[in-house]
């Protein structure tokens, strides 16, 4: 397909911000999108794989401020000018290249199956001249663009498409376009994807129209899936009353959550956000392989750190920098070791477990599992219906350092992607968010060079909305914590605009805060702010999806 129907198609969804309206109008580009044409269900979010896929772009503004300089023949300086004037660099390429095509005669034509075949070579190179190479991929994508294509390959380049429309929204005309909207069909599509995590995969089959076809997307041993969530109650008694009696109480762990694969002698192993950690964490693909019977299996499960010495468990903070490290695991896996606790299983030797009731999944953790603790072992459980145990049980796990419990209804399914309500954690009120970084502001004077205050957002369901501005908790030496210039690196990729020392960032990196007091705000698009937010720690495990909305923002505030 040339590239031109795609943009022309961003530029409508973009010209509208109400939701129905995009969803109208992507329903009808994807009824009449060829078979063939199942990658741009990829570019149409901004990406060129499906989003478990690791290969990403990574190209920053900086990479693409080049490419536009080489395809227009405009001095790089030119180029960082008009972004500075006009704030997105997709609107600087287009500009550039309007002028371009004045002066000269253009005829290439760009196809999407070009565009991904290139951006698809990125995340290829390797080695010597790589730098060079990528400039050289995007310019030739950027010469051959006419300028409004300029515009949406720039912006998918630097990962900030600005049409509005999410997975939700694929969805959704997914099953406008092919089932009239039929509600059984839109919660048939929302399962496929939450299984298969695909969305080409799921076009390919919904496009047929067959509502049957839909329910056969089955999980894949190997492939990571979006994890059940748990909603919040305030006490046991309530959660007795929500989950029914009696019921499964277990710690609530507070530590990572590990997804771990089986499949004939292979271990993965993945995070929450669907990413690939097995290299970090050689001793729990030992314990597996050692203590866990059958043949392919994908356990649910949450990591927990403890001390050697005293074995008493540690907080998350003190062992999430395992998460990312991909170097001196050997050392890390002696100095900060961790505890697999087993709480649900997926998958079964061939068979999904997902529509088992949790009772008998809980039974087969325990019949396959050899426990061995600070190794490997099902997760702390009591099964009652007695308000005193379940009171005591909770106590016992703030004494062993954990969080609260989880309580469990024994009938339940497994509901990939969903927050359920017949699983609830109970915790002390704890004044915690998971917010995301989306501005930051360069430091002065000693701290010059380094990003060293932080906007946060949290999410009002697609959308980020500022919450307040944070600097304390982050220190300036390496060694006590994570510090200014390791937040500074890793944000400065995410750059999307620069005016005077404050910058926008993409939103990608999740952490922790603590705060004293909500206040309501006019100045943060949330209306609400922190007071004295601190940065307690990073959240690499935790996908955008799940960070603390508006409604739970509000909750606490009214509490
Ligand atoms: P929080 O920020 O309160 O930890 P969360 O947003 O990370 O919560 P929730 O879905 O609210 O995630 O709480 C469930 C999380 O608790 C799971 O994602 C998992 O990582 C962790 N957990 C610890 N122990 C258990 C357990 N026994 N059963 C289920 N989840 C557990």
């Known amino acids: 397909m040339r590239y031109q129907k795609l943009a022309e198609l961003y530029e409508a969804l973009s010209g509208t911000p109400k939701r129905l309206e995009k969803t109208e109008i992507l329903s009808k580009f994807l009824k009449y999108l060829h078979e063939s044409d199942r990658e741009i269900l990829y570019l149409l979010l901004g990406s060129i794989y499906p989003e478990y896929n690791e290969k990403k772009m990574g190209i920053s503004s900086q990479l693409t401020i080049k490419a536009i300089s080489k395809a227009t023949g405009t001095e790089s300086r030119q180029v960082v000018r008009e972004w500075k004037n006009l704030g997105d660099l997709g609107e600087v390429a287009e500009k550039l290249t309007e002028h371009k095509k004045q002066s000269t005669l253009h005829s290439h034509i760009l196809t999407t199956e070009k565009v991904i075949s290139n951006l698809r070579k990125l995340p290829e190179l390797e080695g010597n001249g790589t730098v060079d ?11 051959s663009a006419s300028p409004i294509e300029a515009k949406y390959l ?20 997914m099953s406008s376009a092919f089932f009239n909207k039929d509600k059984e069909a839109s919660k048939k599509i929302q399962e496929a994807v939450d299984k298969s995590n695909d969305l080409a995969d799921v076009f390919d089959i919904a496009r047929k129209g067959k ?30 009353k929500a989950v029914g009696k009696p019921c499964a109480i277990e710690y609530k762990y507070d530590g990572f959550r590990l997804i771990i694969h089986k499949k004939e002698d292979e271990i993965i192993l993945f995070t929450r956000r669907l990413e690939n950690v097995t290299k970090q964490f050689p001793e729990v693909v030992e314990y597996v392989k050692k203590y866990v019977k059958g043949k392919s299996f994908i356990l649910d499960t ?16 003190a062992v999430s920098q395992r998460i990312r490290r991909k170097y001196d695991i050997e050392k890390l896996k002696e100095t ?20 088992e009731p949790f009772e008998k999944r809980t039974k087969l953790i325990k019949k396959i599992i050899e426990k061995h603790p600070y190794k490997i072992t099902p997760s702390k459980q009591i099964i009652t219906k007695d308000e005193k145990k379940a009171e005591e049980f909770y106590k016992k796990a703030l004494k062993d350092n954990q969080e609260g419990v989880m309580m469990k209804n024994l009938q339940a399914v497994y509901q990939p992607g969903s927050r359920v309500g017949h699983m609830l954690k109970v ?12 501005g930051a ?37 390496e060694e006590h914590g994570v510090s200014f210039n390791e937040l500074t690196k890793e944000l400065k990729p995410l750059i999307i605009k620069e005016k005077g020392r404050s910058v926008t960032i993409k939103p990608k990196i999740v952490i922790a805060v603590t705060y004293q007091e909500i206040q309501k705000s006019p100045n943060y698009s949330s209306g609400f702010a922190l007071r004295f937010p601190r940065f307690t720690a990073l959240r690499p495990d935790k996908p955008l999806s799940e960070i603390t909305t508006l409604n739970e923002v509000k909750k606490e505030f009214e509490r």
């Open 154 to 173: 720039a912006r998918t380049l630097i990962g900030d498409l600005r049409v509005g429309i999410h997975e939700s929204t694929v969805r959704e005309a």
């Open 336 to 355: 900060l070791p961790i505890e697999i606790n087993v709480f649900d299983i997926i998958y079964y030797n061939g068979m999904s477990q997902l529509n």
């Open 211 to 240: 509502l049957k076809e839909l329910e056969k997307v089955s999980l894949e041993v190997g492939k990571p899936i979006k994890v059940m969530l748990a909603q919040k109650v305030e006490d046991i008694k309530k959660g007795f």
């Open 427 to 438: 915790k002390p009120e704890d004044r915690d968010f998971d917010l995301v970084i989306t």
């Open 133 to 143: 190479k990528k400039i050289s991929l995007i310019t030739e994508l950027l010469t």
């Open 302 to 317: 949450e990591a927990v750190g403890f001390d050697k010495k005293t074995k008493k468990y540690k907080p998350f903070q």
């Open 441 to 477: 502001e360069y430091g002065t004077g000693k701290r010059f060079g380094w990003l060293t205050s932080f906007i946060l957002s949290c999410r009002d369901k697609n959308n980020f909305l500022e919450i307040g501005k944070m600097g304390t908790g982050i220190k300036e030496k």
